[in-house]
């Protein structure tokens, strides 16, 4: 049987495959949240500061997202499949490495190799979504994975809560080792074993670096922020440094023959709109969860399990959402679905800008994170099927690599951002919550509006056909 081909019965089994690699992706995008109800027992057992847990959440996120690109490219490069299942593998060793870290440098040092393997993961996984399937049957298998993104980080709070409580926050990682080694021995069968496209020793390497870096230097500048203030120099340098180096990579992806990111990628507006889409859409939902836990241990004094078990219906009404929108943007379009997602997300996170520190979390926090959750999981939809719609088989790898590095990005900028808003005292106090919260309300309001304008006409047809900016 030759490689190049895919083996017999495999697009037979297209569905399950399916099933099998959003089971992959939910473990890498649960990762993200999974970390945020543990980190007070953290903090505890590993003598962790402010700074040092922001970093907890963001080293993960950072290099998940930075590294996205050059995923992607090694997917188109190498096979998807080979990729994927590397990604795999070191996904599934480092979060073992993190449960049995025994302080914060071997954690940090874990977050970041599983970042890393996220990275190879998912473009490549979603390049397989793309490919596996075609025509109408596209559009409803991108919009499971869609709702995978916007689920798994729900359910990463609750299923965090259960285990800081139960066993102890090491099983937070550890629970990824037995589900990473049941995938690799499943995966491999219903995989495609698809062809190279391109050598793999020209790949841009020094654009990976200059991302990479620069992402990690915009963090850093923002994590700063809290301890330093906007206007310090220890914020403003790196902010600055930060774009200087996006800067150099602009730069250096026009002079390179093999670009990390081709630059006319950028100038197909659905591939726009939906990367920016999903990058605020990320930045809400996952600053929710991250305020959301801490408040909810911070100022009302929950325990981890009552934490975790408070965003079960979070977790339902994102589903729920990611549901409504793959249905709706098929129907009313991404321009509707997107504003009304968006407004929606706006209407529920207002009252959180008003929350008084007595108020009882099951009546005001709850509803009000389940009516955003509901808007922001239609928008996860819509971004990934705006930007993903007109993308031929063979850009797949790449497309797929620019709509999760903005996933990414926006976790890990959401999180420095609200940790430096509303953990600006030891203990937090209710006031740092409550301007934070009213950021992201206005964000989210602000997109609500721009988004009409911001989105192509029409509605997106996923047939793997030629594409071209709208």
Same mark, same amino acid.
């Given at each position: 049987?030759?490689?190049?081909?895919?083996?017999?019965?495999?697009?037979?089994?297209?569905?399950?495959?399916?099933?099998?690699?959003?089971?992959?992706?939910?473990?890498?995008?649960?990762?993200?949240?999974?970390?945020?109800?543990?980190?007070?027992?953290?903090?505890?057992?590993?003598?962790?500061?402010?700074?040092?847990l922001?970093?907890?959440?963001?080293?993960?996120?950072?290099?998940?997202?930075?590294?996205?690109?050059?995923?992607?490219?090694?997917?188109?490069?190498?096979?998807?499949?080979?990729?994927?299942?590397?990604?795999?593998?070191?996904?599934?060793?480092?979060?073992?490495l993190?449960?049995?870290?025994?302080?914060?440098?071997?954690?940090?040092?874990?977050?970041?190799?599983?970042?890393?393997?996220a990275?190879?993961?998912?473009?490549?996984?979603?390049?397989l979504?793309?490919?596996?399937?075609?025509?109408?049957?596209?559009?409803?298998?991108?919009?499971?994975?869609?709702?995978?993104?916007?689920?798994?980080?729900?359910?990463?709070?609750?299923?965090?809560?259960?285990?800081?409580?139960?066993?102890?926050?090491?099983?937070i990682?550890?629970?990824?080792?037995?589900?990473?080694?049941?995938?690799?021995?499943?995966?491999?069968?219903?995989?495609?074993?698809?062809?190279?496209?391109?050598?793999?020793?020209?790949?841009?390497?020094?654009?990976?670096?200059?991302?990479?870096?620069?992402t990690?230097?915009?963090?850093?500048?923002?994590?700063?922020?809290?301890?330093?203030?906007?206007?310090?120099?220890? &914020? @403003? #340098? !790196?902010? $600055?440094?930060? /774009? *200087? =180096?996006?800067?150099?990579?602009?730069?250096?992806?026009?002079? +390179?023959?093999?670009?990390?990111?081709?630059?006319?990628?950028?100038?197909?507006?659905?591939?726009?709109?939906?990367?920016?889409?999903?990058?605020?859409?990320?930045?809400?939902?996952?600053?929710?969860?991250?305020?959301?836990?801490?408040?909810?241990?911070?100022?009302?004094?929950?325990?981890?399990?009552?934490?975790?078990?408070?965003?079960?219906?979070?977790?339902?009404?994102?589903?729920?959402?990611?549901?409504?929108?793959?249905?709706?943007?098929?129907?009313?379009?991404?321009?509707?679905?997107?504003t009304?997602?968006?407004?929606?997300?706006?209407?529920?996170?207002?009252?959180?800008?008003?929350?008084?520190?007595?108020?009882?979390?099951?009546? &005001? @926090? #709850? !509803?009000? $994170?389940?009516? /955003? *959750? =509901?808007?922001?999981?239609?928008?996860?939809?819509?971004?990934? +099927?705006?930007?993903?719609?007109?993308?031929?088989?063979?850009?797949?790898?790449?497309a797929?690599?620019?709509?999760?590095?903005?996933?990414?990005?926006?976790?890990?900028?959401?999180?420095?951002?609200?940790?430096?808003?509303?953990?600006?005292?030891?203990?937090?106090?209710?006031?740092?919550?409550?301007?934070?919260?009213?950021?992201?309300?206005?964000?989210?309001?602000?997109?609500?509006?721009?988004?009409?304008?911001?989105?192509?006409?029409g509605?997106?047809?996923?047939?793997?056909?030629?594409?071209?900016?709208?």
């Amino acid at each position: 049987m030759s490689t190049d081909l895919a083996p017999p019965g495999v697009h037979a089994r297209r569905w399950r495959a399916l099933a099998l690699i959003c089971a992959a992706q939910f473990m890498l995008i649960l990762d993200v949240t999974v970390v945020n109800v543990a980190l007070p027992a953290l903090a505890a057992d590993l003598a962790l500061g402010r700074t040092a847990l922001t970093w907890v959440v963001t080293a993960y996120t950072l290099c998940f997202g930075s590294l996205m690109l050059l995923g992607g490219r090694l997917a188109d490069a190498l096979g998807a499949r080979r990729v994927l299942l590397a990604g795999l593998i070191l996904f599934t060793a480092a979060s073992l490495l993190c449960g049995l870290a025994p302080n914060a440098a071997v954690l940090l040092s874990g977050r970041a190799v599983q970042g890393i393997g996220a990275a190879l993961l998912s473009p490549a996984a979603l390049a397989l979504v793309t490919t596996l399937f075609h025509g109408p049957e596209r559009a409803r298998a991108i919009g499971a994975w869609a709702a995978v993104g916007g689920t798994g980080s729900a359910v990463g709070v609750l299923l965090g809560g259960a285990l800081t409580s139960g066993p102890g926050w090491p099983w937070i990682f550890y629970v990824n080792v037995p589900t990473g080694l049941a995938l690799l021995a499943v995966l491999p069968g219903l995989l495609p074993r698809n062809a190279p496209t391109r050598s793999a020793r020209r790949l841009d390497l020094s654009g990976a670096l200059l991302v990479t870096a620069a992402t990690g230097t915009l963090v850093h500048g923002l994590v700063r922020a809290g301890d330093s203030g906007w206007t310090a120099p220890a &914020t @403003l #340098l !790196p902010l $600055l440094g930060a /774009a *200087a =180096l996006y800067g150099a990579f602009a730069a250096a992806e026009r002079r +390179t023959l093999t670009p990390l990111m081709d630059p006319r990628m950028l100038t197909r507006r659905p591939v726009v709109a939906g990367s920016l889409l999903m990058l605020v859409a990320t930045a809400l939902l996952i600053s929710f969860f991250f305020l959301g836990s801490m408040r909810l241990q911070h100022v009302h004094g929950l325990d981890a399990f009552r934490t975790g078990l408070l965003f079960l219906p979070v977790a339902l009404t994102t589903a729920i959402g990611a549901h409504l929108g793959s249905r709706l943007v098929t129907t009313l379009g991404p321009r509707a679905c997107t504003t009304g997602g968006m407004a929606l997300a706006a209407a529920g996170c207002l009252p959180l800008a008003f929350l008084a520190p007595t108020a009882d979390p099951w009546t &005001t @926090l #709850l !509803p009000a $994170l389940a009516t /955003a *959750a =509901l808007g922001l999981g239609a928008v996860f939809v819509t971004a990934t +099927t705006t930007a993903l719609g007109l993308i031929p088989p063979h850009e797949a790898g790449l497309a797929s690599g620019i709509v999760n590095t903005f996933h990414e990005l926006g976790g890990a900028i959401g999180v420095a951002l609200a940790s430096t808003l509303a953990l600006d005292t030891t203990p937090p106090s209710p006031t740092g919550f409550t301007t934070a919260f009213t950021v992201c309300a206005l964000t989210a309001t602000a997109t609500a509006l721009t988004a009409p304008f911001l989105i192509p006409r029409g509605r997106p047809h996923p047939t793997g056909g030629a594409h071209g900016a709208h």
